[in-house]
């Protein structure tokens, strides 16, 4: 495994001290990032009521994960510490389960949310599911930062984006990709749902 379980939090300090409000930390992270974005995994629901399922996506829309490693490839660029990251993993995915000795370990705990917490290189994103879910697809992470705190990127369970905290440089290069589907966001708005 490339990623390595940290059985000391503090790490993760920096989220879990924060004054910002629960379902704006699990959404965007914490606040005083200069911009925020949201990665549409799928596009925005289309009318009240709709399910992620009834989402008009072509056959060869491109993973979660696969978004999500885009997204980090170009954060990489607007970070001193590409090399010593932290990965959250939420202990409530049955499709990567946490193992025991990490069950029964220190986790990061945010209002509503408990998480595992790992340690790597930011290119160890590219092993994120052959080392958490045994090659299977599986849910990004649910937050990646650097050591420097220069952006944080946050994929909770619910919406079906992930939010960005960032430099205003670090979002627009996000917001430019033609191959990602962002946007800039205001964490403190309400954001479009699926039922």
């Given at each position: 495994m490339?990623?390595?379980y940290?059985?000391?939090?503090t790490a ?7 004054d ?5 930390l ?7 990032f200069e911009?925020f974005a949201r990665?549409r995994f799928?596009?925005?629901p289309?009318g009240?009521?709709q399910g ?7 056959d060869?829309?491109?993973?979660d ?6 997204a980090l ?6 970070t001193?510490?590409?090399?010593e990251?932290y990965f ?7 499709d990567a ?5 990490v069950?029964?370990g220190?986790l990061?705990e ?6 595992a917490l ?12 052959a080392?958490l879910g045994g ?5 990004p992470?649910a937050?990646v930062?650097?050591?420097d705190h ?5 994929s909770d ?5 992930a939010?960005?905290g960032a ?9 430019g990709d033609p191959q990602?589907?962002v ?10 749902q699926?039922?």
């Amino acid at each position: 495994m490339r990623l390595s379980y940290c059985p000391d939090t503090t790490a993760a300090d920096w989220l879990v001290e924060s004054d910002t409000p629960a379902e704006q930390l699990i959404t965007f992270g914490p606040s005083g990032f200069e911009a925020f974005a949201r990665l549409r995994f799928i596009p925005d629901p289309t009318g009240p009521g709709q399910g992620e399922a009834d989402a008009d996506v072509p056959d060869d829309h491109p993973s979660d994960m696969e978004q999500t490693r885009r997204a980090l490839r170009l954060l990489a660029a607007f970070t001193s510490t590409p090399e010593e990251c932290y990965f959250c993993l939420w202990e409530g995915y049955s499709d990567a389960p946490l193992p025991p000795e990490v069950q029964r370990g220190r986790l990061v705990e945010v209002p509503h949310r408990r998480y595992a917490l790992l340690r790597g290189s930011l290119n160890d994103i590219d092993a994120w599911e052959a080392d958490l879910g045994g090659g299977r697809t599986i849910a990004p992470p649910a937050f990646v930062w650097p050591a420097d705190h220069s952006w944080c990127f946050v994929s909770d369970v619910d919406p079906h984006w992930a939010g960005i905290g960032a430099e205003q440089a670090a979002i627009d290069a996000l917001v430019g990709d033609p191959q990602l589907d962002v946007v800039p966001a205001r964490p403190a708005d309400s954001h479009p749902q699926y039922r």
